[in-house]
């Protein structure tokens, strides 16, 4: 009998910020990237107004709310108002919750040996920070957003097992499997476990996500994740020396989630104008905690954007992608020296760069209104000091 390794995921611990921002009162509006004070006096003004509109809005009509806990969503999306928006709300001390935040883990994990690798996820409904002084009550595959990162070889037997500690039915959704959806995607009820397999046969980087109806609440709410399949030819992903994983999301809240949290706006998110968009479920946290290179050495980026609605453009500032693999199709030979590379919602690229002059070079989608949201972070190469002018 074949050992049958597992991964456990631990994401518990670092997500919580202390509440000190909190005893704060005086909060202002202000970019993510703090730099730009006359547009947050206007976004304040718009708010105000926008805000003012919502509730002569709510007064002529109000709109009744389903039972589902965590989630705001009109009964009928007919003549249902947004809340106004909330994006770049920061507390005065968000550069310190900003560097107190642990930045979630974005280095590649090993591979497991052996034929089969077991995946154990929980499914949990659970408070997050999802950018410096916000909360949002996300739903979880274990504890944190995006999921754990799954890394998995080429005909290796994937065998899944979910647990759902939630209130309500959800499901898994992999991208990177050829299955029957009715036997194998299927709800799984609160209290229960369920278990299914299939083999990793295409290599590439993939989303999963909960496929649970409404798919687009389930996605917005933070579950989602990545999985990525080595090739079982190493030589159509050569080796580098540094990879990770970044995972786009959209959030779409409800309210500022600065006094307390936040949860689902569905009208924000039928109509694609999230508050936030993010690398790996927290806004600009590779900003105050970059990733890291040597000048020379190939980092390889897995991107997937989780959406659940807006697509990924992504690109390095300072550099090109040197080899392009576009959603998952692992050809030989790759793209080469790409400047911008869409990768879609529910689809993923794996890039590569190789940088040799050190400096700070930040990743973006060049879809800049996501930047302004949260969807930028920083390469650091060859361990240098400072920070980004803009
Ligand atoms: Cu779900």
């Not at 497991?112 to 949990?124: A, D, K, Q």
């Not at 595959?141 to 065998?159: E, L, W």
């Amino acid at each position: 009998m074949a050992a049958h390794p597992t991964v456990h995921a631990h994401y518990g611990e670092y997500r919580e910020e202390k509440d000190v921002g909190f005893k704060l009162l005086a909060l202002f509006l202000g970019l993510a990237v703090g730099i730009l004070g006359m547009v947050a006096v206007w976004m304040g003004i718009s708010a105000q107004n926008a805000r003012d509109d919502a509730r002569a809005a709510a007064k002529a009509a109000p709109t009744a709310t389903t039972s589902m806990p965590g989630m705001a969503m009109p009964s009928s999306a007919e003549g249902a108002r947004p809340t106004p928006s909330f994006a770049g709300i920061a507390p005065a001390n968000a550069d310190a919750l900003a560097a107190a935040h642990k930045a979630y883990p974005a280095a590649l994990p090993a591979t497991t040996p052996g034929p089969v690798l077991n995946v154990h996820i929980g499914i949990n409904h659970r408070v997050l920070s999802i950018a410096p002084g916000i909360k949002y009550e996300a739903w979880t595959f274990d504890s944190g957003v995006p999921g754990p990162v799954i890394h998995a070889r080429q005909g290796q037997t994937v065998r899944v097992t979910l647990t759902n500690h939630a209130p309500m039915p959800h499901s898994v959704d992999f991208h990177a499997a050829r299955v029957a959806p009715n036997k194998d995607f299927v709800d799984i009820m609160p209290g229960k476990s369920f278990t299914f397999s299939f083999t990793a046969g295409d290599p590439g980087v993939f989303m999963y996500h909960c496929g649970t109806k409404p798919v687009l609440a389930h996605i917005a709410n933070g579950m989602y994740g990545a999985i990525v399949v080595d090739p079982s030819n190493p030589n159509l992903l050569p080796p580098v020396h540094h990879a990770y994983v970044l995972v786009s999301g959209e959030w779409y809240l409800n309210a500022p989630g600065n006094k307390k949290p936040a949860s689902l706006d569905m009208v924000k998110a039928h109509q694609m104008t999230p508050d936030w968009v993010t690398w790996n479920g927290y806004a600009a946290q590779y900003v105050k905690h970059p990733l890291t290179a040597h000048p020379g050495h190939t980092v390889r980026f897995y991107v997937v954007d989780a959406g659940p609605s807006i697509d990924t453009d992504f690109h390095v500032v300072g550099t090109v992608l040197e080899r392009a693999w576009l959603d998952a199709a692992v050809t030989d030979p790759p793209l080469h020296n790409i400047q911008t590379a869409t990768v879609p919602a529910g689809g993923g690229g794996i890039f590569d760069v190789n940088i040799t002059k050190p400096g700070l070079y930040p990743f973006v989608t060049h879809s800049f209104a996501s930047v302004d949201m949260g969807a930028v972070g920083l390469l650091n190469v060859g361990d240098v000091s400072g920070t980004m002018s803009h």
